[in-house]
Nanobody, 123 residues
Framework: QVQLVESGGGLVQPGGSLRLSCAAS????????MGWYRRAPGKQRELVAS???????HYAHSVEGRFGISRDNAENTVYLEMNSLKPEDTADYYC?????????????????WGQGTQVTVSS
C-alpha cells in the first residue's frame, strides 16, 4: 500500500523559509508527476508546484521565484523549498504523486495523496 507522508511544516515569520518533504513508502514503481497542493482557510485547493519524471517543474504564479520543487526518485521523495514566505502562503500543504497504468490499449492515472502539513506564516 502506497503511503505519502509530509513533514517540515510549522510556524514561520514573514520573509522566512521552510522546507517541506514528502516521502512515499510501499512503492514498487516510478511516479510520473509529484507535487504539492495547498488549501488556505476559506479558499479552494491550489496547485503550488509540480515536477515530472524528467525534472521539469511548474509553479503557481503566486509562488514563482520564491519556491523550489525537487525530487529524489531513488528515495521516492519530493521536496518543496519555500523562501520569502508571506502570510498569504498560510495553508495546509498536501503532496501528491501519480503514476500511469497501462492495460492493453488503455492507460490511466492513479494518484496518491498525503495527509497534509500545516504552514503558518505570521509574526
Amino acid at each position: 500500500q502506497v503511503q505519502l507522508v509530509e513533514s517540515g511544516g510549522g510556524l514561520v515569520q514573514p520573509g522566512g523559509s521552510l522546507r517541506l518533504s514528502c516521502a512515499a513508502s510501499g512503492v514498487a514503481f516510478s511516479f510520473r508527476t509529484m507535487g504539492w497542493y495547498r488549501r488556505a482557510p476559506g479558499k479552494q485547493r491550489e496547485l503550488v508546484a509540480s515536477i515530472d519524471s524528467g525534472n521539469k517543474a511548474h509553479y503557481a504564479h503566486s509562488v514563482e521565484g520564491r519556491f523550489g520543487i525537487s525530487r529524489d526518485n531513488a528515495e521516492n521523495t519530493v521536496y518543496l523549498e519555500m523562501n520569502s514566505l508571506k502570510p498569504e502562503d498560510t495553508a495546509d500543504y498536501y503532496c501528491y504523486a501519480d503514476r500511469t497504468v497501462v492495460e492493453g490499449v488503455s492507460a490511466y492515472l492513479i494518484d496518491y495523496w498525503g495527509q497534509g502539513t500545516q504552514v503558518t506564516v505570521s509574526s
